[in-house]
């Protein structure tokens, strides 16, 4: 909260004192905890929590099948309401399970052929670089890293002085789980438009935080969850996929949901992008889903993407103060995502130190963002990452606890901390 000279009190970011007590008002947890975790899995606002346990109920008084039948409007909303929120349209959207389903999907759907080149970010989450492994393993692809420029994000210059016909996919993640960097996603599909690649967007981290929109960016496929920053419950996620690169992608499992059995020898797989999706789902948490993403488009992700840059701006500059302390953000543009190391101190002993308080940090290692933190020399850092319903006040809390910590125990953190990868593109495999 800023004091004006009036002497009324204006909240960060496009939230008034007023919007930010409603927000936490609509927020049971906000009672409890002081949650920045929201990177990890976001609170739950009410609205998300009573459409979920509302279509329990339902399931438990007349039947699954028969509560989804009752509930058939508001399931099939939910695909506009994702459409809305990515700025695509509903037969773009599959709703999965997870980020990782939704990505795997996509990702394991695209036919690789022996010299396709893979290129991809220095930030990438585990689960998609093991992916990479194992197809460039399973095809004869080859999986090549674009370095980083000087500010920590992906290189577009070497991005696009690396691209040729062999080219197949440009695999990156637009906010890493490790840090505040946001990647320059637009500008890498620019580069995709120029040479006709693959475009997927790894955005878990980003969407529900910052305005993400598909056709802004120019990606063909994207994928994120229900649970982090679009404070959905858990177990739900989503993918985009371009209607016209639909049939350049083969999904890697069918069902009677996502393809019909049309005679004895044929089948024929649906034409929209539900051809990634499986017969049964939790229609509790996907209903759920639907309810955040609404919850979200009411405040406005301008506003949401404002209020979060400013909220973590501040939780910088003041841990900035704090002796000891190093924040590990890179990249020209940051967003809600903190992360930070104190000397001597492991980042494990902050987070109980802080849960000891009611104040919920997470910790990102090494084996989650290999990449990147190897080239950091980092093994572990604290991860707060804050939403628009986190306080000034929260954060004030957060740094003092963190100045007092009396938190022992060797760290195991200390790097370089350059936050430069090296210029050359390299060839993993
Ligand atoms: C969390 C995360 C994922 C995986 O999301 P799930 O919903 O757990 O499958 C993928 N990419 C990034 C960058 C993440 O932070």
């Known amino acids: 909260m800023t004091q004006t000279r009036a002497g009324q009190v204006v909240a960060q970011g496009g939230f008034t004192r007023g919007d930010v007590a409603r927000a936490r008002a609509d927020t049971p947890g906000c009672a409890k905890v002081v949650h920045l975790n929201n990177a990890g899995a976001s609170l739950m606002p009410r609205q998300v929590l009573d459409a979920s346990v509302r279509h329990l109920h339902l399931e438990a008084g007349m039947g699954g099948y028969e509560a989804a039948a009752h509930a058939a409007e508001d399931i099939e909303s939910v695909y506009g309401s994702a459409a809305r929120l990515l700025g695509c349209d509903r037969d773009e959207i599959a709703l999965v399970d997870n980020a990782t389903r939704a990505w795997g999907m996509a990702f394991y759907g695209i036919p690789f052929r022996p010299g396709d080149r893979i290129l991809t970010s220095t930030v990438e989450y585990a689960s998609n670089f093991i992916a990479y492994l194992q197809i460039a393993e399973r095809t004869g692809a080859r999986v090549e890293v674009v370095p980083d420029d000087e500010h920590g994000q992906i290189s577009v210059d070497a991005l696009r002085a690396a691209m040729d016909e062999r080219v197949r996919l440009i695999s990156v993640t637009h906010v890493p789980t490790n840090g505040g960097l946001v990647n320059p996603a637009a500008e890498v599909g620019k580069v995709?438009?120029?040479?006709?690649?693959?475009?997927?967007?790894?955005?878990?981290?980003?969407?529900?935080?910052?305005?993400?929109?598909?056709?802004?960016?120019?990606?063909?496929?994207?994928?994120?969850?229900?649970?982090?920053?679009?404070?959905?419950?858990?177990?739900?996620?989503?993918?985009?996929?371009?209607?016209?690169?639909?049939?350049?992608?083969?999904?890697?499992?069918?069902?009677?949901?996502?393809?019909?059995?049309?005679?004895?020898?044929?089948?024929?797989?649906?034409?929209?992008?539900?051809?990634?999706?499986?017969?049964e789902a939790n229609y509790a948490a996907r209903l759920g889903l639907g309810a955040a993403i609404d919850h979200a488009l009411g405040w406005g992700l301008p506003r949401i993407q404002a209020r979060v840059t400013q909220l973590a701006e501040t939780l910088r500059e003041q841990l900035g103060e704090v002796p000891g302390i190093t924040v590990r953000d890179l990249g020209v543009r940051r967003c809600g995502i903190t992360t930070f190391t104190l000397d001597g101190v492991a980042p494990d002993n902050i987070k109980s130190a802080m849960a000891a308080q009611g104040i919920n940090v997470s910790v990102s290692r090494t084996a989650s963002t290999r990449l990147d933190m190897d080239a950091r020399g980092l093994a572990e850092v604290v991860r707060a990452s804050v939403h628009y319903y986190n306080t000034e006040e929260e954060i004030a809390a957060l740094v003092s606890a963190v100045r007092n910590c009396s938190c022992s125990g060797p760290g195991t953190a200390a790097g370089a901390g350059t936050g430069a990868h090296g210029g050359k593109l390299a060839s993993v495999r």
């Open 192 to 279: 995709a438009r120029e040479t006709g690649a693959l475009y997927l967007l790894d955005a878990c981290q980003s969407v529900g935080q910052l305005d993400v929109d598909v056709r802004e960016i120019g990606c063909d496929m994207l994928s994120t969850t229900g649970r982090k920053y679009l404070r959905g419950p858990r177990g739900t996620g989503l993918l985009y996929v371009r209607r016209d690169v639909l049939d350049r992608l083969v999904p890697p499992t069918l069902d009677l949901h996502s393809a019909t059995w049309t005679a004895a020898d044929r089948y024929d797989i649906r034409p929209d992008a539900r051809r990634f999706e499986t017969w």
